[in-house]
């Protein structure tokens, strides 16, 4: 391959932040050692640093440069042309100068009724429209942040400091943090903490997130052993007898996937715990990765075992800077006891798992986006089939799990399948997070047996703020339905919910009452759609544009919206699109129109 | 041999054939716009999609294999409402009048007035992933946008463009490997660009055109071509095809020239050629200049060139 670079020059900083994830350069640099242009296997070998080095020059000083991504593409032999094509993917990366601080302010479901709408005309009255540079500073609307449960939620991308995030913010706390405030942002995410009832929650809130010490004390490494005394197959029988389906969104039994790639024929195998949750309304596994990191690394050190993969990667959204540095900290832990690396627990057996970070991406959720964006290209979803199990991440079989899914194996391995399926009903066994926010009395992340009803999860969390009865509820974030008042009564089981035709989705439950105006969030709905879409496939990509137009006429003209326009955009998007986004970027805009919440034809 | 049945016909093709194949297997032409048989399926369009039994949604028959048993329609009311809606997506974004797709609009009823009149033109490159102006609900957004004519050869009009991603494989490593362009962006932001938007001639180009050989809506465009039809002077019944071999080098590359009023007007290379499928180089693509005194396109005036083009000698008559 000859390629021909761009004529800008990284400033030191930056080759110095690029170098530090690709690895120091040959000679120095601008010397042979860039001339040299690696092709082949070795230029596809190094391609998935791609992502890293561009978040790496990103944070170096707030965007990037011609002369960074010049520098990253000749270090890695990738064509500039493509590179940026990477690079204008990903909602958190600029390729256009910006300010060097930036707050990414969530005006998403959970949060626009709910203090956003205050917190963006005070930053606007004080930084200007969103974009401005405000010396330095700005401010920028933001899609779900994944911290509904205290709205309203920032995100900061800070040149050369580490991202931060922060729950019920004022302009005060924003502007403090803009103005470089380093007091730390957290808070009590789960109010069941201590619940000797809790499973998947035992140790949040309970053991020190940052210490192996902790999480052995609290029952942690307990299941590794034990698996690796059960072999391969009897993981995966007890994973069946389990009956764990996925908790991503798709219900999938995650035995089957395990069972495939672990008799496929090839020996290069991956195991991918899908931790991008960028879900409107969804923060329960931000959660599990903040309060309990190493249970995630022991269950996927598990499913590697189980299914012969010698490397595992988490894919952390973005916007989740501390679940990131939690899950590497537990990773560096375990490595030194020996739980991840060349010999677990001494034994022949190898495994390793390396933490990606997203870029302001909903779409690097969908499994195929995700690999595709671990290898260094665009996250757009791949045609299926083949599926992953057979061709998957750097084309080899793999499994890809939910980071709640995972969390859960720890038990079926310890206590058995069957004892696992004793929870929960028949066919929705275990006990399953729930991520209460919106007009609740205590919004947070709750665990219970599935098949509890719907009514019975808002009262654990205090019921609604004014003790009234919800106007309607949003299950299973902006790809799920809204549901009314009636659906109280619903057990929250894969079953019921099928038979009433919604998902449970993510495990999102976002409560309005009637202070909510139904017309504004489901266009902001639609709009997610129109920003999230990938654009690959022309009933997504247009389709998701006419959608939110369709709303934005009805809202500007006052007439009823026209739902036989609104039937042929959601038909068009369910059947033809290429993956999950475009199949359910109508549901719950329709859910609404159906239930009467947006008047209609 | 694998058994499928396609609208009620049995039919058996080999294995490894796609759907399209088996289609056509039964004389049953399917609408495709991002499928070419010179490139890796891009899946894009979905304008092929037909209904499988068994399956959820519908299916790209461009790229879908066929597999023993399939029972396939294509033409069930799933297949033409979600064609309808595709064609409709795209007439109403996007300029089509060039794609050769009336007679598919007119076949499946698209009625793309009725997201409202279109948006004007807007610049498209560099928006931000993630952010896009509230709609007043008034207009359909398109893609509309200057065309970008910033060298001799071709011009790139992506007003026209319905991302297909043909260019950016025939560039990348279905043909070139050059990789001088890419789909950068994303959703209905997207665009084919180079590297920060910069010009052609600032990037990796090498002006193969093998990009505009693939290209279905005409949104890349020789520059003869694209200043001919500016002029009003473009006239296809007027043209002929001229098939020869490219003299420049010895691989014998087989070239088509097309020939208005004793002029050269653009070069393509037959899609089913043992040899090129479809590709060539520079020099076959452009590089005809020398056997017509046309001057060099890079300096000469358009208007000798245009003038030259209707016989009348060097004259800058109008
Ligand atoms: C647009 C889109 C976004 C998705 N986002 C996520 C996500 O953030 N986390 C997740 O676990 N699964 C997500 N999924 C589902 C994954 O594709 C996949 O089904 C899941 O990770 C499998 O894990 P599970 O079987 O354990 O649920 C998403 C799917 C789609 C279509
Ligand atoms: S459905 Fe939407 S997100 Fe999915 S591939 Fe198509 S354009 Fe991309
Ligand atoms: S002319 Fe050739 S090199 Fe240039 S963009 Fe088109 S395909 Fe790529
Ligand atoms: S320029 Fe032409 S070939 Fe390229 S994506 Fe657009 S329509 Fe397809
Ligand atoms: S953080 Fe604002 S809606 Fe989720
Ligand atoms: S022709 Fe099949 S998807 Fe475009």
Redesign the pocket.
Known sequence: MDLRFLDAEASPEERDAIDAVVGPAEGSPGGPGLRVVRGGGEARSRRHLLLPALQAAQNRIGWISRGALDYICRRLSVPPADAYGVATFYGLLSVEERPPRVAHVCDDVACRGFGAADLIAGLEAELGPAGTDGGGISWMPSPCLGRCDRPPAVFFQLAGENDRARSAATVADVLAVLAGDTSPLLGAAVPQAGDPALRLLRRVGVADPTSLDAYRAHGGYEALPRAMELGSARIIDELETSGLRGRGGAAFPAAVKWRAVAGADERERYVICNADESEPGTFKDRVLMEGDPFAVVESLTIAGFAVGARRGYIYVRGEYPLAASRLVGAIEAARRGRLLGPSLLGSAVEFDIDVRRGAGAYICGEETALMNSIEGHRGEPRNKPPFPTSHGLFGKPTVVNNVETLANVLDIVTSGGRAFAATGTDRTTGTRLFCLSGAVARGGVYEVASGTTLGELIETGGGTRDGGEPAAILLGGAAGSFVGPDALAMPLSFEAAADRGVSLGSGAVVVFDAAADFGDLVRRIAAFFRDESCGQCVPCRVGTVRQEELFARHLASGEPLDAGLLSDISRVMSDASICGLGHTASGAVESAVALGLVEAT | MISLTIDGVAVEVAEGASLLDACRAVAREQPTLCHAENLTPANACRVCVVELEGSRALVPACSREAEDGMVVATDSERVRHSRRMVLEFLASSTDLSLAGVDAWLEDYAADPGRYGPPAEASARDGRRPGHHPVPDGMRAETVAQDVKVDNDLYV?D?S?????????DACGVDAQNTFAITVAGRGFDAT?STEFAVALTASACVYCGN?IG????G??MFRSEHELRAAGLWDEDAQSVTRTVCSYCGVGCNLELHVQENRIVKVTSPMDDDITSGHLCIKGRFGYDYVQELGDLATTPIDEVLAGVRGEGGTAAR
Not at chain 2, 160 to 168: D, E, H, N, T, W
Not at chain 2, 214 to 217: H, K, N
């Open positions: 790139r992506y026209r463009c319905i991302l297909c991603y043909k260019c950016v084919i990009c693939v290209c279905p809506t949104a890349l």
